[in-house]
């Protein structure tokens, strides 16, 4: 069962975090939704996180890690909001599993076909030597030279904790990841279309939506609506998280 944790009463809202991501990214927002009558539950996916690590990284698990964990917790229909390797885990699932999605935010990914692009932040991960029991410091230090944008290297850092006294290491499942990575860019089927009401979110900065991925987009999701968020690169929800619950709100309250 994936790790969660669930905040607030009323209708139930599942939050899918991205690629190498936690629930803990989620954690203001979470409470914002949760004041707003939504019972709130951030997921961390397999080999992220709290939750567990697997041989299988697909996005056909990440479905089912999905429908199990709505069923075991009896939420029926559900609100999802699914950025990035989150959205297309999200999208997956509504084809599959229409019945237990009501409304379905995407935020800043489309169904297309993504070319694998994580190199940088692995090859980054990888330099790491957790055996000689390095820092936090230490840790990112030997990051910033494979990745200059202090950003990034502080989402990651996020992954760190205390293994043992003294002893660092990542949650996440990185020899997996680095195997399977390329499963992340996975398309939707051709033929895989879902008809309930879709919000895609996009940043203004950002390239993964970009006016000729619409076609396709509506070709999958009919009843869709797209919103671009400003002052914001793929990171929408951190990087402008006012304008982005304004528009998830708009939509999942409607």
Same mark, same amino acid.
Do not use: C
């Given at each position: ?22 629930? /803990? ?18 997921? /961390? ?33 559900? /609100? ?48 790491? /030597? ?33 293994? #043992? ?20 860019? #996975? ?62 709100? #708009?939509?999942?309250?409607?």
């Amino acid at each position: 069962m994936l790790y969660s944790k669930i905040e607030g009463e009323g209708k139930p809202l599942v939050i899918v975090h991205g690629f190498m991501g936690m629930s /803990d990214n989620w954690k203001t927002l979470s409470g914002q939704y949760a004041a707003k009558g939504f019972q709130v539950h951030a997921v /961390d996916m397999r080999n992220h996180g709290r939750s567990f690590h697997s041989d299988i990284f697909t996005y056909a698990a990440m479905v089912e890690d999905l429908a199990q964990y709505i069923n075991f917790n009896k939420l029926e229909k559900a /609100d999802i909001i699914g950025h990035s390797m989150g959205g297309k885990a999200a999208m997956f699932f509504a084809i599959k599993y229409p019945q237990l999605l009501n409304k379905l935010v995407v935020a800043d990914i489309g169904p297309q076909y993504y070319p694998p692009h994580h190199q940088d932040v692995l090859g980054a991960l990888n330099a790491v /030597d957790f055996t000689t029991k390095p820092s936090r410091g230490e840790v990112e230090a030997v990051m910033a030279q494979h990745l200059p944008d202090a950003g990034t290297r502080q989402f990651l850092m996020k992954n760190l904790y205390w293994v #043992e006294p003294g002893q660092l290491g990542f949650r996440i499942n990185l020899p997996v990841f680095n195997e399977q990575v390329g499963n992340i860019g #996975e398309a939707l089927p051709d033929d895989a279309v879902y008809n309930g009401p879709v919000l895609f979110l996009r940043g203004d900065r950002s390239k993964y939506i970009r006016q000729e991925d619409l076609p396709l987009i509506a070709k999958h999701f009919p009843q869709y609506e797209l919103k671009t968020v400003t002052n914001s690169g793929h990171w929408i929800h951190a990087e402008n998280p006012q304008e982005f619950l304004q528009y998830t709100l #708009e939509f999942l309250t409607a």
